[in-house]
């Protein structure tokens, strides 16, 4: 069965500065799917960035990039210039046609930017 | 705004009652997924319909159902209440599974 794994359960850095959250995943399969989502104190849910597995070029969404090592099954979020607003539980969630494309998720990390 | 809109954002009632959730997708998404997250928690996925009929079924309770309608929207039926089921309830959809899911704001249930 697949699974995830965000190994660091909260972190907090300054403003400005660029941050890393960890990801791993253990599957089998070759063909599948990478998402981070943010759960600010709002509470809604809001996808951050997708991965699909058979694309080597990491996906970037604006100060959002990830770091996504096939081989080593590892799938980290580099947060960017970070921003009081970044202040979220970031979710890791892995999709496959195996799982029946069902979100496997990760405990979450929460990621606190100090002013 | 997601598109995805779930009613009511906020519900307050008593041990041992029936409540009903509400989700309506956003347009042009056929699949509907209902998750629940505790206080502190992840996300549970309670279960998923497609176009009307049920897909997959995760940690539901027995106590619990849910439907889609010919409209697309759904909703889901909590009965007997138990101070356990406080949570927030998300409804999400999907045009595409692997574009990932658009979740709405959430009902927040308060069971006293």
């Known amino acids: 069965a697949q699974t995830v794994t965000q190994s660091q359960p909260e972190m907090s850095v300054q403003e400005a500065e660029t941050v890393t959250l960890s990801c791993t995943y253990d599957?089998?399969?070759?063909?599948?799917?990478l998402f981070w989502y943010k759960q600010p104190p709002s509470r809604q849910m809001i996808l951050v960035i997708r991965q699909e597995a058979y694309k080597q070029q990491n996906a970037t969404e604006n100060r959002f990039s990830v770091n996504f090592q096939k081989a080593a099954k590892s799938f980290s979020l580099k947060i960017s210039d970070s921003q009081l607003g970044d202040t979220a539980m970031y979710f890791c969630a892995f999709m496959s046609p195996d799982s029946n494309y069902q979100l496997i998720w990760g405990a979450g990390t929460k990621l606190i930017i100090k002013p | 705004d997601s598109g995805v809109t779930q009613t009511p954002k906020h519900l307050i009632t008593a041990t041992g009652q029936r409540v009903t959730l509400r989700c309506s997708p956003r347009?042009?998404?056929?699949?509907v997924y209902w998750y629940q997250q505790s206080l502190d928690q992840g996300l549970q996925f309670l279960i998923q319909y497609y176009n009307g009929e049920e897909r997959a079924k995760g940690n539901i309770l027995e106590r619990f159902s849910a439907q889609q309608f010919p409209d697309l929207h759904s909703e889901l039926n909590l009965s007997s209440l138990e101070l356990g089921d406080s949570a927030l309830y998300f409804c999400?959809?999907?045009?595409?599974?692997?574009?990932?899911?658009?979740f709405g704001s959430g009902t927040r249930l308060t069971v006293v």
């Open positions: 347009s042009g998404d056929l699949s």
């Open positions: 999400a959809s999907s045009v595409v599974q692997n574009y990932g899911y658009t």
């Open positions: 599957t089998s399969e070759n063909n599948y799917y």
